[in-house]
């Protein structure tokens, strides 16, 4: 897994997406859980209630090992 998500470009990406309502960059971390690579990817959804939120990760730390990354909705994370 790349180090930063800027590292896709230009190569996989033209520009690293932001959040089309604030324009911040997407939340992304590397690491391992149990010595298994392991990358987490973040972002916040405009509708808290929304049903995606029930089958996302909460608690960034069962992704990978010592993350501290809020996960908490509205927040929406994927880990792979």
């Given amino acids: 897994y790349p180090t930063a998500l800027s590292n ?26 149990n010595n298994v690579p392991r990358v987490l990817l973040r972002a916040e959804l405009e509708v808290s209630g929304s049903d995606l939120l029930e089958g996302d990760v909460d608690t960034a730390s069962n992704c990978i090992d010592g993350s501290t990354t809020n996960c908490s909705d509205p927040y929406y994370c994927i880990c792979r």
């Fill in 8 to 33: 896709l470009t230009p190569e996989f990406l033209s520009q690293v997406p932001t959040d089309p309502l604030d324009g911040s960059n997407y939340g992304y971390q590397r690491g391992t859980k």
